[in-house]
């Protein structure tokens, strides 16, 4: 199986940095996905690594190390619209997705 | 854009009665899954289905049962509800894997049923 760690909840003030770690061991890897959540709403993908490193896109960027099990999301000149849960979900060869416990961001003026 | 669309936004239902949750995506899409989402729980794997006809269980499959009687949609059905069946329902469509790549495998999901069982 897939246990996958993320801080449950995180508060951070607008216009900061937040970095929501998220640890996972997993057989298979091929790749970690970033979803977010609004309240009431569906999940939306965020960003996908597959190799070690910083993807940016935009405010936000996603890290992984493949060997360290290990990625964060790190979000930039936070406004208040990010206020929203972020779900991690490493994805094995062959196999489904695993859903973290998310990790409710507040952030507040 | 990609549309998975949920048939309700929000169910009541009474113990014991059947329940169907429809889902509809547009978008050609082999694959099809339904989660339950409880808080401090996450999003569980409920059902699956990787083309017509076709059904695999997931993670917490008892008390559910699905269909999918066309590719574009995929049903969930609650036997008997039960009290302990309260949640948020999302269900979810990808692309089949055809290549190595995972990325092209991510999930688009439809805006959720909140069932509550009475």
């Known amino acids: 199986g897939q246990n996958i760690d993320q801080p449950t909840e995180m508060t951070a003030t607008e216009g900061a940095i937040v970095q929501i770690n998220c640890t996972y061991q997993?057989?298979?890897?091929?790749?970690l996905f970033w979803y977010q959540q609004h309240a009431g709403e569906a999940p939306t993908f965020l960003s996908y690594?597959?190799?070690?490193g910083l993807e940016e896109k935009g405010r936000f960027s996603s890290f992984l190390s493949r060997s360290k099990g290990y990625s964060y999301l790190l979000l930039k000149e936070l406004q208040m619209k990010d206020s929203a849960s972020y779900l991690c979900?490493?994805?094995?060869?062959?196999?489904?997705?695993?859903f973290g416990p998310g990790t409710r961001l507040s952030v507040l003026p | 854009d990609v549309k998975v669309t949920q048939s309700s936004r929000y169910l009541v239902k009474r113990t014991g009665e059947k329940v169907f949750l429809e889902c509809v995506q547009d978008?050609?899409?082999?694959?099809m899954f339904w989660y339950r989402q409880d808080p401090g729980l996450g999003l569980r794997l409920i059902y699956f289905?990787?083309?017509?006809?076709?059904?695999e269980k997931g993670d917490i499959p008892e008390g559910y049962s699905v269909s999918r009687e066309k590719k574009e949609r995929f049903s969930l059905i609650l036997e008997s509800a039960s009290t302990n069946q309260t949640s948020m329902y999302l269900c979810?469509?990808?692309?089949?894997?055809?290549?190595?790549?995972?990325?092209?495998?991510?999930?688009?999901f439809g805006s959720g049923t909140q069932l509550s069982v009475l």
């Open positions: 979810a469509s990808s692309p089949a894997g055809r290549t190595s790549e995972a990325a092209n495998e991510k999930l688009f």
């Open positions: 997993t057989s298979g890897f091929n790749g």
């Open positions: 690594n597959v190799l070690d």
């Open positions: 979900a490493p994805k094995s060869y062959g196999q489904n997705f695993v």
């Open positions: 978008m050609d899409h082999e694959n």
């Open positions: 289905s990787y083309d017509v006809k076709m059904k």
